[in-house]
């Protein structure tokens, strides 16, 4: 089946734009998590979402970032007034219900965000 | 919160070699231990995973053994070729309602041909 996509796979945006970046999960994940990770560098957790609502987001590295999920499927990561530091490629993940007792995540292929 | 250290960050073998990649973590309550692989501009996907009932785990050429007592959870892969050349992430989380897990810093394996 289809997995987790995202779009889109490349942005180029300037300092101080805002951008969008789009998840769509996996039909039936009921959690879906936002990851970003830094030329070389491991994975950083952004932010968790259990159907519409985001339990922690404890890992949004400021007020710029911000994170929604709608109708349990889609789901969309803003930056405003993006920064070069924030240039990286944001990694989308999806999990099967966890009354299935799986906890498998299935991520996509990342969005690579350039800010000049 | 959980802590994951993961060893070596990179890792050169020849083709035919095995290869092991050892990740500690610091949560006694983990139970859930996941492998990642992840190849030049793809995202990460699952490999292997194992629960905390069970001590090892085998799928053809990968392996994944767990030591609870000691904390520490290692991959291995025998009989590499160039195709496993790739980061592994290992991670460690509590499973649950609100799973989160806690991923390593990663390892580079490059299989030499």
């Known amino acids: 089946g289809a997995g987790v996509s995202q779009s889109p796979s490349n942005k180029v945006t300037e300092k101080g734009k805002d951008v969008e970046l789009r998840c769509d999960p996996i039909?039936?994940?009921?959690?879906l998590y936002w990851y970003r990770q830094s030329l070389g560098q491991g994975l950083e957790f952004l932010i968790y979402?259990?159907?519409?609502?985001?339990?922690?987001k404890s890992g949004l590295p400021s007020d710029r970032f911000s994170a929604e999920r709608t109708g349990g499927s889609v789901s969309t990561l803003t930056i405003q007034r993006t920064q070069q530091e924030d240039s990286a490629v944001y990694l989308c993940?999806?999990?099967?219900?966890?009354?299935?007792?799986?906890?498998?995540?299935?991520f996509g292929p990342g969005t690579r965000l350039t800010v000049t | 919160g959980e802590n994951v250290e993961q060893h070596p960050s990179t890792l050169s073998v020849q083709e035919g070699d095995s290869a092991v990649i050892k990740c500690t973590y610091s949560?006694?309550?983990?139970?859930?231990f996941p492998w990642y692989k992840q190849e030049l501009g793809k995202g990460p996907q699952l490999i292997i995973d194992i629960r905390s009932n069970v001590g090892e785990k085998k799928d053809q050429r990968i392996a994944v053994t767990l030591n609870k007592t000691a904390k520490h959870f290692s991959l291995h892969i025998t009989e590499t070729q160039p195709e496993d050349s790739a980061v592994y992430f290992c991670?460690?989380?509590?499973?649950?309602?609100?799973?989160?897990?806690?991923f390593g810093r990663g390892t580079s394996l490059i299989v030499h041909p």
């Open positions: 949560d006694s309550a983990s139970n859930y």
């Open positions: 991670a460690a989380s509590t499973g649950g309602g609100s799973y989160i897990p806690t």
């Open positions: 993940a999806s999990s099967p219900p966890r009354l299935a007792g799986r906890y498998e995540q299935y």
């Open positions: 039909s039936g994940h009921t959690a």
């Open positions: 979402f259990q159907g519409n609502s985001a339990p922690d």
